[in-house]
């Protein structure tokens, strides 16, 4: 079945790096992606990734994706307090119709001065 | 990226009336568009996905006649919640995705307080 799985919560020291790990089921994924949400906020699209990628980086954030373990992770450098939000991962299976897609249940990311 | 306008933001209203909630895509053309539902510390759960003129496709366990979902046209859909009752109160977000089907573009959420 469609299951995607991320810790519940996280918290590191402004400066620091974060990670952000997710798991999900569905080989066949052709996207997986991470979105922010500020409190009482819609999601801010972050970044994506193909399925026929490794890595990708943009500015602070690295995204990891092995396939073989079906693992996800989001690192965020040098972590800041406007960093503190929920991130969400997301997997896109080829079968939905229109792009549906599957969320984790969110990672609450607190960032301490 | 692309910006998807949600109104209102906020909205308390009467058990027993209706909640209109537009979501419009203001610089591209969202060929699809979905409704969720959010509950407090939780994911967003998929209601119903539209495409601009013809009927929404409704998720297992989602009333149609209770949310009322319009899209009639490629910047436009509107979610309304009909004879709202106190467990209606959620946060609701649309997301629109054009050319690029699986990328979403979210709104900024509508929280629907029913008294």
């Known amino acids: 079945g469609e299951d995607v799985e991320q810790s519940l919560f996280l918290s590191v020291r402004e400066g620091d790096s974060s990670v952000i790990n997710c798991t999900y089921t569905?080989?066949?994924?052709?996207?997986l992606y991470w979105y922010k949400q500020e409190p009482g906020a819609g999601l801010q699209l972050l970044t994506y990734?193909?399925?026929?990628?490794d890595m990708k980086q943009d500015q602070r954030l690295t995204v990891l994706l092995n396939k073989k373990d079906k693992h996800l992770s989001l690192r965020i450098a040098d972590t800041q307090t406007g960093d503190s939000a929920i991130y969400f991962c997301a997997e896109s299976p080829p079968y939905n119709q229109g792009g549906k897609l599957i969320f984790g249940q969110g990672t609450e990311l607190s960032v301490k001065p | 990226g692309a910006v998807v306008s949600q109104h209102p933001s906020w909205v308390i209203c009467k058990s027993g009336t209706s909640v209109k909630i537009e979501c419009r895509s203001l610089?591209?053309?969202?060929?699809?568009m979905f409704w969720y539902r959010q509950f407090p510390k939780q994911s967003l759960m998929l209601m119903a996905t539209s495409n601009e003129g013809s009927k929404a496709t409704y998720e297992q366990g989602v009333e149609k006649d209770k949310f009322l979902i319009n899209h009639a046209s490629l910047t436009l859909s509107t979610l309304t919640v009909t004879s709202a009752h106190p467990e209606d109160s959620s946060f609701y977000i649309c997301?629109?995705?054009?050319?690029?089907?699986?990328?979403?573009?979210f709104g900024a959420g509508t929280r629907l307080s029913v008294l």
């Open positions: 990734i193909f399925s026929n990628m």
């Open positions: 610089d591209f053309q969202a060929t699809t």
């Open positions: 997301s629109g995705s054009g050319v690029t089907k699986n990328i979403q573009y």
């Open positions: 569905d080989s066949s994924s052709t996207y």
